[in-house]
């Protein structure tokens, strides 16, 4: 697939794994949406990044939480870069579960990782159809099948986005292509310290930590490549999800 003037949508554009993925697409000639939420700066600087490659790009604000949002972010995409051909759902809450249960943890997590996704989607259906063949990424997680303890409503939610992506492959068959990436270690939390980070990568066969810019090839490949793969998801982990 030519990507040469097709245009992206990228959800948590503006920080990140979702900068690296904007960027990496840039450079395979899409033009770029880059949605956010509490980053304007980080946004803009994104913006004039691509615009500095020769290609366009609009910053989208939008809370994926709320969803009157939703199809805001499609419409304000359609309007400054005028179509749309891929959807990136990047965009995550990840939230440590507390020691009590907490429906509205769970109830914001799923939001956001899974029916934000899905209503995405939905809302960009005929325009990712209109010219030819769209595409769908949406970025799994390897603890979707390996969930920890400490952060069941982020596992479980991604557990869904993977089954979420099976099934909108067949649904939205032959006019778009969906497909996941579920990545191991591509960017520590903040909240992370040397003896953690440590211990997550002593469990990577390849042993060490992944980059955000190796996961954004990936999906450079489900997009650009990959013209007779859907409902796939490839794990981008070092090997962690055979340990």
Known sequence: MNLKGNVVLVTGGAKRVGRA?????????CDVAVHYRNS??????VVNQIVSMGQKAAAIPGDLNASAD??????????????LDV????????????????????????????IAPM??????????????????????????????????????SKAALAALTKGLARKYAPSIHVNGVAPGIAEFSDAYDEDLRQTLVDRVPLGRAGTPGELAKVVRFLVESAEYVTGEIISVDGGRNLV
């Open 40 to 45: 304007p700066k980080q946004a803009e600087e």
């Open 119 to 156: 209503a995405l989607a939905e809302h960009s259906r005929r325009h990712l159809a209109a010219h030819g063949q769209g595409a769908i990424v949406n970025l799994c997680d390897i603890s979707g099948e390996r969930p920890w303890p400490g952060h069941l409503a982020y596992c479980c």
């Open 21 to 29: 993925i904007a960027l990496e697409l840039a450079r395979a000639g």
């Open 70 to 83: 939703w199809p805001k972010v499609i419409d304000q995409t359609i309007d400054q870069l005028g179509r």
């Open 87 to 114: 959807l990136i759902n990047n965009a995550a809450a990840f939230t440590a579960d507390g020691e009590e249960f907490a429906p509205e943890c769970w109830e914001e997590t799923l939001r956001t990782n899974l």
